[in-house]
């Protein structure tokens, strides 16, 4: 079993920043792309960011220059960092991780999410 649990989400002022971070634990040999999504309200969840084991990363056009993804592979975890936070960045956001258990199945696990509002 592998779980996946955020924390950072919190009340932000427009222009401001914040720092989510995702912990992997559980039964894990090994973890491929690890990502954050985000879903506003009566909207879809939608891709943020994502970055590879070896560091590759990949951004929504609406975050670039924005948001930057890491990880530190070594405790399973992975961050985003959120500079110039605005309105329309509200939203509660997931991460997830593309995780090969110790028995060997590969599948992607999410977490349950944490709530980022931006308002003044």
């Known amino acids: 079993q592998v779980q996946l649990v955020e924390s950072g989400g919190a009340l932000v002022q427009p222009g401001g920043s914040l720092r989510l971070s995702c912990a992997a634990s559980?039964?894990?040999?090994?973890?491929?792309?690890m990502g954050w999504y985000r879903q506003a309200p009566g909207k879809e969840r939608e891709f943020v960011a994502a970055?590879?084991?070896?560091?590759?990363?990949n951004y929504a056009d609406s975050v670039k220059g924005r948001f930057t993804i890491s990880r530190d592979n070594a405790k399973n975890t992975v961050y985003l960092q959120m500079d110039s936070l605005n309105p329309e960045d509200t939203a509660v956001y997931y991460c997830?991780?593309?995780?090969?258990?110790?028995?060997?199945?590969?599948?992607?696990?999410w977490g349950k999410g944490t709530l980022v509002t931006v308002s003044s």
């Open positions: 997830n991780a593309d995780v090969t258990t110790k028995t060997y199945y590969t599948m992607k696990y």
């Open positions: 970055i590879a084991s070896g560091g590759r990363t």
């Open positions: 559980g039964s894990i040999f090994s973890i491929n792309v």
